[in-house]
């Protein structure tokens, strides 16, 4: 890896002119895909219940521009790979890169969710789905949260729900038509993303999509490298955001890892397409890290 972009070689060479080009000029968002998370209950460890598997596959089918992702996965992967925040804080922060959360109401944790999505930051995105028979409760839930939700004009969606709906599918397809114009949005395409967001890598879209586009043009690539990569860019800072970042990308099936048989964990695309427009040969970028990895770490494409 001590070679990998030595300022002499070729990987070197392009990516220097690459982070140049960064900085003289923004790249451009060439496409957007809105970022839904979705929270409700679990059957099993891993296994989400049968009306968020169903309210998740009746989005994807039906907004083609969404993405829905289980919060549940994200903080999982996060867990999973090494982030030591606690699950409240960890929430909240993840929640800065979606543009709708989405609630169903169907357990304990998922209360738990309300109360921490209708922070008063974060409160515009929600979308909540609650059983009708407690719409005129005098609650808490009520007058709590979903009251913070409703002020901000946030939809609240009620159904009559099974008791075990968790297990068997229930009637919530008879909500899906309101859920689906509260999740309908216009992409954002065109705009410049400043020098400033992606070097600072904030929790926020334009670097979740930055991320994307360096594993897709460094790509098979480990995580070191991904480090080493930002700060030949941007110049040495801690970049303690990476691992969110890659957590999203990888539950929203936008990355993929690879484990090797050494333990690394190696991260590749899975669609050929950048998010970003950028003033350099990113060709070249990429044919340069291509060459390099099949030189030194020929057993990275081997797995793909």
Not at 138 to 163: C, D, H, Q, T
Not at 242 to 258: A, F, N, Q, Y
Request: charged share 25%; net charge positive; hydrophobic share 45%.
């Amino acid at each position: 890896m001590s070679t990998l972009l030595h300022n002499k070689s070729a990987t070197g060479i392009r990516l220097e002119k690459f982070g140049l080009a960064l900085k003289a000029s923004p790249p451009l968002l060439l496409r957007s895909r809105q970022l839904i998370f979705l929270c409700g209950a679990n059957q099993s460890e891993n296994l989400p219940s049968a009306r968020i598997t169903a309210l998740k596959a009746f989005i994807q089918k039906n907004s083609a521009t969404s993405t829905v992702i289980y919060a549940e996965g994200v903080f999982g992967e996060l867990r999973k790979y090494g982030s030591q925040k606690n699950a409240l804080d960890l929430e909240h922060r993840i929640a800065k890169i979606a543009d709708k959360v989405i609630i169903v109401l169907e357990s304990p944790s998922s209360y738990c969710e309300l109360g921490a999505f209708a922070h008063e930051t974060l409160r515009k995105k929600l979308i909540v789905v609650n059983d009708s028979q407690f719409k005129l409760s005098e609650s808490f839930i009520n007058l709590g949260p979903i009251a913070a939700a409703r002020e901000v004009k946030s939809p609240v969606i009620w159904y009559p729900m099974s008791k075990n709906g968790i297990t068997v599918l229930d009637g919530i397809g008879s909500a899906f038509p309101e859920i689906l114009r509260a999740v309908d949005h216009k992409s954002r395409v065109g705009g410049p993303v400043e020098y400033a967001l992606l070097s600072s890598l904030e929790i926020d879209k334009s670097c979740l999509y930055f991320i994307h586009d360096l594993v897709l043009l460094a790509g098979p690539v480990s995580h070191g490298e991904i480090i080493l990569i930002l700060k030949r860019i941007f110049g040495d800072k801690e970049f303690d955001t990476l691992k969110s970042l890659l957590g999203v990308l990888r539950e929203s099936k936008l990355v993929t890892i690879l484990e090797m048989k050494d333990g690394a964990r190696i991260y590749s695309a899975s669609t050929p397409d950048l998010f970003l427009q950028y003033r350099a040969d990113v060709n070249a970028l990429m044919a340069a890290f291509r060459t390099y990895h099949l030189k030194a770490n020929s057993d990275r494409f081997k797995h793909g």
